[in-house]
Structures are given as C-alpha cells and as structure tokens.
C-alpha cells in the first residue's frame, strides 16, 4: 500500500522551505573537528542565564510530573503590573515566534492577505502561507520598512500588517512619529502585529513604545520575549499584549499547556533581575561599539542596528566568508534567505567572542 503523503498537505505547506536556524556549535565540532568554536548566529544572550532564573528554573524541575499552570496566572499578573496593563490582555506563546503563528491561525486563512516588507523576520511569510492565505510584500526602504508603502498595499481583503521594530536581521527602526502616522492610515479591519522582540535593546530617545498606542488603536497586538534581553531562548516562552477581546480569541486557539514548567518559573524569576537586565543591556551597547569600531577598520558596510546583533556587508556574495569563517571556528548568519546575499549578521557577543570574529574575519578577507 502507498500514500502520497505530500499530495494530502495543504497547498500552503506543500510550498513553504524549513525554518534554517543557525548553526549549532556541536554541529560544527562534529563537521571539522573543532573544540572552540564560537557562535554569534542566533541573537542569543551572552551572559548565558540570569542565576535567579536558573535557581527557579531547577527549583521547578521537582514538579516535571504535572502539567504547567495553562493560564500562566503568576508570570501574566507579573507582566500585567510591570507593564501597566491587565492579566486579560496576555496572549502566552513557546516564544514570540508561537504568537505570530497563533495570530496567523486566528485572523488568516484562504481569501486573506497579509502585509509585510521585504527582508523582515522569515516567520511572517511561513505564517502567513501555511494558514493559506496571500502574502503582500513591500519593498524595502533603506533596509527597513516603507511604511507609505505598506499603507498602500493594504487591500480589502488584507487582515494583518506585520511590523518589527527593530528589524530581524537588520536591526533598523521605526521611530514614534513615523508610527504614529502608519496606524491613523490603517483601516480598523486589519490587525497590527508590532514585533518587539529586541525592545529591551532599543535605546533611541524616539523609539516607540507599541503597548502606549493600544489604548488608541484596538486592532493592535504587540509581541515580546523571553529569549533574547533576558537570556531564556533554551526554554522558549514569549507572549502577546493587545486588548481582552483580542487575547481572548488568541487563546482559543493556544494549545493547552504551550509554556513549560521550567519556564514559567524561569520567566518569572528574571523579571526581579534587574542587574541582569542592565548587564545585559550594557554588554551589548559596549560590544556594538566594539564591532562596528572593528569593521570601519576593515573598510565595510553595515546596517546601524537597535538589536543584539548588526548586518554586515560584503564585496561580493557572503556565502564563501560564511564558510570560511566557520573553519575558523565563527558561526555567524548568512541571510540570503532575506534577499540579502551580500550581508551576514554577527549577534553580538562578549569582548573576546566579538574580538575572535572580528580577527576571524579580517583573516579571511585577507586571503
């Protein structure tokens, strides 16, 4: 008996390509038989995990028999106080990038439209076509969002406009104004889905802060993490913030029990740890001066970026750096995937990591 397994998946899912992740260390040790190997790839927290996480963390590890608290009541009643809005407005996801799949299964199918510029985050198009639905994508301004463009391009049938701010993979921003004036454009029946998963990093005096629109714009749902400022992108946990009526349809479709044991209390734990935070936060300024200050000294472009990471251009195609740089132990992120084949991005690590790239890459180019 045969089964034509690929016939029987949906069109949508028929067409998409895999989620390429970076490449993990005990990968690359296994291909070329290195023992030190650095990776800035991925957007990860250097310091490795706040200790009074990881203290919570191993403290829940008792209760691995039982079910996580589906609500997650302590982690929303924590957020909702620091936050300034209510427990009823959360929408908790397996990471940021759960919600946006959850936005997608709840306002998109066949006959929609999704909105969203070129070289944003590559969960949006995975989203949007596994659901069905019609992907509209502007082209890019300056690397960044046109947002006179997305305006433009919402059609009657568009329900969702997504926007990073700042931009994965390349860490450029929207500024309040420029914001502003997007959502008064926007018609009431199309979601906004601000993606701030690098907030704590965006230091700008105009960045906007996307839940202080809400109370203006109802359509809005603004998405954060855990995963990045504060240091849990093992455990995997982020949520949503928009109105009550919003997160509850969200969470109709939320799968019980989405956010583990260990992360709830991990979650909770680091958001006490406010040295941690500004460790974190200082860590990257430093280092961000650190790389850019490197690559002005090699000659190279790059995209002044508000995340934990910066895009680097090259002369020519990034491919043969990229490789070249993981024999030297450096595993950074190639973005052609992104339309972007002449960048890579470089997360930003502690001085010695940042150091080790940029003597890595200098090495390379000189070959």
Same mark, same amino acid.
């Given at each position: 008996m045969s089964c034509d397994v690929f016939a029987l998946a949906n069109a949508g899912v028929r067409g998409l390509q895999p989620y390429q992740p970076g490449k993990p260390i005990e990968e690359l040790q296994r291909e070329l038989g290195l023992s030190d190997v650095v990776k800035l790839a991925s957007n990860e927290n250097p310091l490795g995990p706040s200790p009074l996480a990881l203290a919570a963390a191993e403290r829940a590890l008792k209760n691995l028999h039982l079910y996580p608290d589906a609500s997650g009541f302590e982690l929303k009643k924590k957020l909702a106080v620091k936050l300034g809005v209510s427990e009823q407005q959360f929408t908790l996801g397996n990471g940021s990038n759960d919600v946006l799949d959850l936005i997608a299964r709840t306002f998109l199918g066949p006959g929609c439209s999704a909105v969203f510029s070129q070289h944003a985050f590559i969960v949006y198009p995975i989203a949007v076509q596994a659901v069905g639905a019609r992907a509209i994508v502007t082209p890019a301004k300056?690397?960044?969002?046109? =947002? !006179?463009?997305?305006?433009?391009?919402?059609? !009657?049938?568009?329900?969702?406009? *997504?926007? !990073? @701010?700042? @931009?994965?993979?390349?860490?450029?921003?929207? @500024?309040?104004?420029? =914001? /502003? !004036? *997007? =959502?008064?454009?926007?018609?009431?029946?199309?979601m906004v889905v601000l993606d701030e998963a690098y907030i704590e990093f965006a230091a700008a005096d105009d960045f906007p802060d996307g839940l202080k629109f809400l109370q203006s714009y109802p359509n809005i749902?603004?998405?954060?993490? *855990? /995963?990045?400022?504060?240091?849990?992108?093992? =455990?995997?946990?982020?949520?949503?913030?928009s109105t009550a009526e919003t997160a509850d349809l969200l969470n109709r479709v939320r799968a019980p029990f989405n956010v583990s044991v260990p992360a709830l209390a991990a979650a909770l734990a680091v958001l006490d740890d406010e040295d941690y935070l500004q460790r974190s936060q200082q860590i990257n300024r430093d280092g961000m001066v650190q790389i850019c200050q490197g690559l002005d000294a090699l000659g190279l472009r790059y995209i002044p970026s508000l995340g934990n990471f910066i895009a680097v251009e090259l002369a020519s195609d990034a491919m043969s750096v990229y490789q070249a740089l993981l024999r030297e132990g450096v595993i950074v992120r190639p973005v052609g995937v992104y339309q972007m084949p002449k960048h890579l991005r470089v997360s930003i690590g502690l001085p010695h990591e940042n150091k080790r790239f940029l003597d890595a890459l200098k090495k390379v180019l000189s070959v």
């Open positions: 300056n690397w960044g969002h046109d =947002l !006179a463009a997305m305006a433009a391009a919402i059609e !009657a049938d568009t329900r969702v406009v *997504f926007i !990073a @701010n700042p @931009n994965n993979p390349t860490g450029n921003y929207l @500024n309040r104004d420029e =914001l /502003s !004036a *997007f =959502l008064a454009q926007v018609p009431n029946h199309v749902i603004v998405t954060r993490t *855990f /995963s990045k400022a504060y240091g849990l992108a093992g =455990l995997r946990i982020g949520y949503g913030i």
